[in-house]
């Protein structure tokens, strides 16, 4: 029964979002939206062949990571499906469930954030979702439904700044306040990597990232190890890798950090070739944050990747 009550909840939910989505595609839908990318990563995804490698993460594997060298290197299909830290990695674990087949290896590379209170997300699934409705079919659990309803005004008032006032700023050769620095669909490259950003400078100041202390959310372990199970059931490895993060935020968080590895180390069959100090930037090597990397340090952190994964999937 309670089941029932969430897919009539959520399906009153979705019913309200295609109606918002109609009218944001009325107003002006931008193909080219860096969101729009996930058709071409689920196209991807659906269409290599297998054994490939699926990358599941938040940005730090968009802005980070050269899929295509892994490809070359290891010999196997590069499919990069991250996006965004704001998804939660619920979302990202269970949409790559349905194209998982035998001799697949999934690489899960999140961030810290998501074994903590963004494991549901911040409600960003509703950015992918407007591109292709039938990734709804992924959520699973009714605070990722909350948190896309907290997201919906700031969803609806980009949406309207991005299809309507700043197409008619434009027109008259004016801008709306400070410049930003914004990617869009063509900026990946067929692996599902942002390179974009690759010509730009770095941020003269990045924030260091703060956790929780001390706190995992018991949700996202057993997510995990839900997922390695049924992987397992179809033949697939799952590979956790941990993500690139800067020297500054690694002592900030060091013991939540270590907190994190060692519940990950009791989820059964998760093959984790490495610890968190093996991930560990300096300052100069970040972008814009402290898990996204400039184009020396996605190149440096590819090769700590290539090399932990001839080993693993050597067995």
Not at 57 to 74: A, F, W
Not at 100 to 120: C, H, M, R, S, T
């Amino acid at each position: 029964m309670k089941n029932l009550t969430f897919f009539i909840k959520l399906g009153i939910f979705l019913g309200l979002l295609s109606l918002a989505v109609f009218l944001i595609s009325a107003i002006g839908h931008d193909s080219n939206s860096a969101a729009a990318v996930i058709l071409d990563k689920h196209a991807l995804l659906a269409g290599a062949p297998s054994p490939k490698i699926i990358l599941v993460g938040g940005s730090n594997i968009t802005y980070g990571i050269d899929s295509l060298r892994i490809e070359r290197d290891v010999g196997r299909p590069v499919v990069n499906m991250g996006y965004s830290l704001g998804v939660g990695l619920r979302f990202a674990l269970e949409e790559v469930k349905p194209d998982l087949k035998k001799g697949d290896a999934v690489l899960v590379i999140p961030e810290y954030e998501q074994f903590q209170d963004l494991f549901e997300g911040n409600g960003a699934i509703l950015d992918l979702v407007q591109y292709d409705p039938s990734l709804a079919r992924h959520i699973t659990s009714w605070r990722q439904v909350r948190e896309m309803v907290k997201y919906f005004p700031n969803f609806l008032q980009n949406n309207f700044k991005r299809g309507m006032v700043e197409p008619l700023f434009r027109r008259f050769g004016l801008t709306i306040g400070k410049s930003e620095r914004r990617y869009y669909r063509s900026d990946f490259n067929a692996a599902g990597d942002l390179v974009g950003y690759l010509k730009d400078p770095r941020s003269d100041s990045i924030d260091i990232s703060r956790l929780n202390p001390g706190y995992i959310n018991p949700a996202a372990i057993e997510a995990l190890s839900n997922f390695t199970a049924f992987a397992k059931q179809k033949g697939a490895p799952v590979v956790f890798i941990f993500p690139s993060y800067s020297t500054p935020a690694y002592q900030e968080n060091k013991d939540t950090v270590n907190a994190i590895y060692k519940k990950l180390q009791q989820i059964r069959d998760l093959v984790i070739p490495d610890s968190p100090s093996d991930f560990i930037f300096s300052t100069g090597q970040l972008f814009d944050s402290s898990y996204h990397l400039v184009g020396a340090g996605r190149e440096d952190r590819t090769s700590r990747i290539i090399a932990k994964l001839k080993t693993v999937l050597a067995h």
